[in-house]
């Protein structure tokens, strides 16, 4: 039988904070302390008084039997045994034993010959069991016993010093995320609404205020910053929720694309068009209809749009016909309109026509306040979404959130947690499961907000505009889609562009 240094493991099992990380040492060191088959960690839920599985594991299966939802009376099988008498117990025959619990072969695929069990204690109390099964060589002896005791004891405190850690860095984890779920059942059910900083509680008493009416609403603020969840609450929780929804990107589509999208079009209207087609202003009648990057609009749309908020009437593209709409209108931009405006590049008229009632949206460092409990709802959405459980975040992890500048705000904030999720193997995200480049500042996407410093010895635009584009794929980990977000592109338009600088490589 092989013996293990007992001194070393202990070290070993106090420096581990992950509690699947500890259980999976613990199962390592138990199946190579006593040269067995399998282990299992049986724990007691006091306030039930029943035994349920933490782990159970079959090396010879090659894999892990998780089994949380096998529970049995805590005064059933051979765990219950040990807990109630409070001294551990070797069976070399479970067939012969009638204390021993038949259901759990049923569960476990695994044919129980013989075990040894031996309590998990804490300074205060017994909190479960740890089991051998089936030794590979000859019976179980009071040896086997002694060894399991003293490893048994080290767990038992690991556990509790590794769950006290979890407690104390898991950011508040269920107060955080019962306030997220508070927030989704108030006035403005959305989770974009955590608003513990000043600047998205005023962001939350401007929706409030336009809610329940039809007025026309300009969101603004930067890329990422939740312009178009607000749309969808503004038709969700307003007069028009029954109404259809409708969403056109006017950077995404090249103008006479976004005329026919708008507007709609008529059969033989230009080539392609073989048949009439409905714009979404009429799709969105009774409903609302969410312009983004309402500021890429070339002038001559920016005149027809003019008209149809006016006069509510349009017609289609190639068409003679009047239609009338009363879609509510809501645009996006992370533009100043009003500098735009200034500048000669948006129509003045349609500026106030859209500017009814302005809502600016805050970028993500400036609500530091919020960025914790945000963090906290998306671990959990995310940990829902990929079956598996992420609870919370280690402080320094969490520093490092704190400290980085968010370029494109919430957005990207959702997708670096995502990527944490996927990364992570315990239950409690570390610094090293975060990005490399969210911990090196330096190499962080120039934020829309941001100056940019002109070199002493000048610089290209077709070289700034190249080195743009490696930072955007960069931060997107060459998802084309994602980086051409980023930028405020199409793909298409991303597409073209990294052909024209020698960037396109399929």
Known sequence: MPRLQERPLVEALSSIHDLDHLIRLAIERTIALLDIESVSIILLDEERQELYFKVAVDPRAGHEQRLPGVRFPATHGIAGWVIREGHSLIVPDVDKDPRVYRGIDVHTGTKTRSLVCVPFRTTERIIGVLQGINKRQGPFTAEDVRRLEAFANELARALEHARAIQERYHCDVQQLIAEAERLAHSTVPFDILIRESPKMQEVSR????????????????????????????????????????????????????????????????????THRQPGRLELAAGGTLFLEEIDALSPALQAKLLRALQERQFERVGGTEPLTTDARIIAATHEDLARLVAEGRFRPDLFYRLNVYPIPMPPLRERPEDLRALTML????????????????????????????????????????????????????????????????????VSSGAAITRPPGGIAMADLAKQLIQQALEQAHQNKSLAAKLLGLSRTQLRTKMRHYGLETD
Not at 218 to 236: N, V, Y
Not at 237 to 260: H, I, Y
Not at 427 to 441: C, D, G, H, M, W
């Open 206 to 273: 401007r929706v409030e205020r336009v809610l329940h009416t039809t007025a026309t609403v300009l969101l603004t603020g930067e890329r990422g910053t939740g312009k178009d969840f607000i749309a969808r609450i503004l038709h969700g929780q307003g007069p028009r929720a029954q109404g259809p929804f409708m969403t056109v990107n006017c950077a995404a589509l090249p103008e006479t694309r976004l005329e026919a999208e708008l507007f709609g079009d008529e059969c033989g209207a230009f080539p392609g068009a």
């Open 378 to 445: 998306f671990l959990k959405r995310c940990s829902h979404e990929v079956r598996k459980e992420v609870l919370g975040m280690f402080e320094d992890a969490m520093g490092w959130l704190e400290r980085y500048p968010w370029p494109y705000n919430i957005w990207e904030l959702e997708k670096v947690i995502e990527q944490v999720v996927a990364q992570c193997q315990g239950s409690t995200v570390t610094a090293q499961n975060l990005p490399q480049a969210l911990r090196e500042p330096s190499r962080t996407p």
